[in-house]
């Protein structure tokens, strides 16, 4: 995996780590549960678990592509399989920023920010 699409990639798990934080550490507090569009406190504590477990996805995403990228530093197979696991895993993100983005139009802005890194991370994976 070249070096630039390596720096995407992680700058693609690093956004997922803070998205992360947010949704299953920070949630219950105002400032963020209200840039999720939760505007009462009520309301955060209803939708805490789904948001607790969706970060965790997240997580789970950014450990994906942070193994594939030190694995693809391997040689031969190792390398090889390492773009692989790194490739799925940024897909995935890629595929939820659309999903996020055509859900409602007010979630565009989010959309781009959370697969913008990921698809350029893998276009040069494959064009480089």
């Known amino acids: 995996m070249p070096a630039l699409a390596q720096g995407f990639a992680a700058v693609a798990a690093l956004l997922h780590i803070v998205f992360f934080y947010l949704e299953s550490?920070?949630?219950?507090?105002?400032?963020v549960h209200r840039r999720f569009g939760v505007m009462t406190a009520d309301d955060a504590a209803v939708v805490r678990p789904m948001a607790f477990n969706q970060g965790f996805y997240n997580l789970f995403l950014a450990g994906g592509v942070l193994v594939g990228v030190v694995m693809s530093n391997g040689d031969g197979t190792t390398a090889t399989a390492g773009t692989a696991v790194a490739v799925f895993a940024l897909s995935?993100?890629?595929?939820?920023?659309?999903?996020?983005?055509?859900?409602?139009?007010r979630l565009r802005?989010?959309?781009v920010v959370q697969a913008a890194p990921p698809v350029v991370a893998i276009a040069l994976a494959v064009l480089l």
């Open 109 to 111: 802005r989010a959309a």
């Open 25 to 31: 550490i920070a949630f219950t507090r105002p400032e």
């Open 92 to 105: 995935c993100m890629a595929l939820a920023g659309v999903v996020l983005g055509t859900t409602s139009p």
